[in-house]
């Protein structure tokens, strides 16, 4: 399966850096010709998909960043189609776009188009309610993700919380586009008889992670505006500009 992901990579016209992290696995069990132009990373111990996320993050050297569990593939030119996107969305700092699994689509709970920060957070009303949006669908920028704590600390659940962190930090773009593929077996975490143990706790740490950063940035623009009240009405550009001159004095 790793070798279909890798494939699937390379039907991009961008060029596409493939970091492998191996949680607890040697490089030796890795199909031949993987390795070749890929960045492999092996830990001598299982240390999680949320560390072993972060890891990579450190070692990637890209502008922008994608994830992809190793049993999955990406649609052809889906970075292509994501890079595209941002780079017509003025202002955008990720992109996304909707996914397939073996039996189903998405249900695209969140449509197609601009999104504010904060959006993404706001079509999840509760933890138990349907993620809005498949975390590995995002195409982030490097030093966002970087900002926002990387892949949540979690046993499970780590991309949720790293999706509701991005999407509520900075303004981005949802795709009409399919660009993530699941693919269903035996094997996955999701069809093991603990996953739903800590799923719905995950779920919650993610979800109050959106609120806690949502609920920093109204305070922030509340303080704001008590400062400077004559300026409440400029655009948001020409507020950063202000604030940009008071930090430079």
């Excluded at 092996?42 to 070692?59: D, F, H, K, S």
């Excluded at 504010?116 to 995002?138: E, F, H, M, N, Q």
């Excluded at 399919?178 to 706790?201: P, S």
Aim: charged share 20%.
């Amino acid at each position: 399966m790793l070798v279909e992901l890798n494939q699937s990579l390379q039907k991009n016209d961008c060029p596409v850096e493939h970091v492998i992290v191996l949680d607890g696995a040697s490089c030796q069990g890795l199909p031949d010709g993987i390795c070749e132009g890929a960045t492999i990373i092996a830990t001598e111990r299982p240390i999680g998909q949320a560390a072993a996320r972060n890891l990579g993050l450190v070692i990637a050297r890209g502008e922008w960043i994608t994830s992809a569990d190793d049993d999955d593939w990406l649609y052809p030119h889906s970075i292509d189609q994501r890079l595209d996107a941002i780079q017509r969305e003025q202002g955008a700092l990720w992109c996304a776009g909707y996914c397939t699994d073996d039996c189903k689509i998405d249900p695209a709970i969140v449509p197609a188009g601009p999104s504010s920060p904060g959006d993404i957070w706001r079509a999840w009303p509760t933890p138990k309610a349907s993620i809005p949006l498949g975390p590995t669908t995002l195409l982030v920028e490097a030093n966002l993700l970087k900002r926002a704590g990387g892949w949540m600390g979690l046993p499970q659940g780590e991309d949720i919380g790293m999706m509701i962190a991005v999407t509520s930090m900075a303004p981005g773009i949802v795709i009409e586009a399919y660009v993530y593929h699941i693919r269903l077996h035996g094997g996955q975490m999701t069809k093991t008889t603990w996953f739903d143990d800590l799923e719905l706790l995950s779920r919650r740490c993610a979800w109050e992670r959106g609120e806690q950063i949502l609920s920093k940035a109204s305070i922030e623009s509340a303080e704001w505006k008590g400062l400077f009240p004559q300026y409440c009405d400029l655009t948001a550009r020409d507020q950063q500009t202000i604030q940009n001159r008071l930090i430079v004095v």
